[in-house]
């Protein structure tokens, strides 16, 4: 299985802090979120290379930090060539240049680099295991559907855990699950990815790209426990350092 990490945003929204410095090495407690996300996939068995896409103007800070990492599989860096926010490939474009890239050919365990939550990958993993070759989708429970408002993709599952709803960031939600940017797809799926960029629909969040594939293939939601943020802007991280303290 390949691990897929997307960290060729420019986070704007960050700046002043993310001017130099990509949003996945923002430090929160004693680690950045960078770091986080590779402990907890170097825990599951059978991820064995950890490829990382970023942009032009990253690059180099992300090399220096894949060369100061010790973890127990391989990990790559690969640079989409963009430079500026309005050039990037977007989530969806990123994914599809891996696939080419690295000939990708294995299931995939997608994250955003952006995350930060407790749980472990491994019964996630588990969980997309029993689906064969099911695209499965990680989900946080928030709650009050009304605060997922215009921010997350919203999704509704039945008993099983399949997803029989999705919606990318409604005005009015109908669940409170959303997703947290944690995705398995199997091999047999990744030849969908280009088919959709083929019909020129959103490149940027996974969900849309979700919302397409839902019709063609089987999704299924498994529910994290424990706490999740979504570092999208200045606040989210004041919030997160506050919980996980400074530095």
């Not at 990382?52 to 989409?80: A, H, M, Q, Y």
């Not at 500026?84 to 696939?99: C, K, M, P, V, Y």
Request: charged share 30%; proline share 4%.
């Amino acid at each position: 299985m390949k691990a897929v990490i997307l960290a060729a945003g420019y986070a704007t929204r960050l700046y002043p802090l993310t001017l130099n410095t990509p949003k996945c090495l923002l430090k929160i407690g004693k680690q950045t979120l960078l770091d986080s996300l590779c402990r907890k996939l170097e825990a599951v068995s059978k991820v064995d290379e950890i490829l990382i896409v970023t942009n032009e103007k990253f690059f180099g800070r992300l090399e220096s930090w894949r060369n100061r990492v010790s973890l127990r599989c391989p990990v790559r860096v690969l640079n989409d060539g963009t430079t500026s926010n309005e050039t990037r490939l977007g989530a969806i474009g990123d994914f599809n240049f891996l696939i080419r890239e690295c000939k990708i050919d294995r299931d995939v365990l997608m994250l955003a680099s952006d995350n930060l939550f407790e749980d472990a990958l491994v019964e996630f993993v588990k969980f997309c295991e029993t689906k064969r070759e099911l695209v499965s989708v990680g989900l946080h429970d928030i709650g009050d559907p009304k605060l997922a408002s215009k921010k997350f993709g919203v999704l509704e599952i039945d008993a099983s855990g399949r997803v029989v709803g999705m919606e990318e960031k409604p005005e009015h939600p109908k669940s409170g699950l959303i997703g947290m940017g944690v995705y398995f797809f199997p091999r047999n799926t990744l030849r969908t990815v280009a088919e959709y960029l083929a019909e020129g629909p959103a490149k940027d969040a996974p969900g849309y790209y979700l919302q397409w594939l839902h019709g063609r293939v089987e999704i299924f939601g498994f529910l994290f426990k424990g706490l999740w943020y979504d570092i999208g802007d200045l606040n989210a991280l004041e919030e997160a350092r506050k919980i996980f303290g400074e530095n």
